[in-house]
């Protein structure tokens, strides 16, 4: 089973290193947080259940901004 209060510790995390610019990829994301790509996969999955993350596609790709 997934650990559910490690995943919303990451999910914080991720979201206070999302400050520093206004859209991040995912490998960007990665590569800030040290998150492995299933961490940082959930991490971003439960701040879209909060309502604190979008999700946007364009032609370069998917970003992830803070809502």
């Keep these: ?3 559910t ?3 919303k510790q990451n999910s914080l995390r991720v ?3 999302m400050k520093g610019m206004y859209r991040y990829t995912f490998n ?4 800030i947080s040290s998150l492995t790509s299933t961490e940082l996969c959930l991490a971003l999955l ?4 909060q309502g604190r ?3 946007r596609k364009t032609d ?7 809502a």
Excluded: T
Excluded at 28 to 31: D, F, G, I, T
Excluded at 46 to 49: F, G, P
């Design 1 to 3: 089973m997934f650990n």
């Design 5 to 7: 209060q490690l995943i």
């Design 15 to 17: 979201y206070h290193l």
């Design 28 to 31: 960007e994301l990665e590569k």
């Design 46 to 49: 439960e701040l879209q259940r």
């Design 53 to 55: 993350l979008v999700f």
């Design 60 to 66: 370069a790709g998917i970003y992830y901004e803070r």
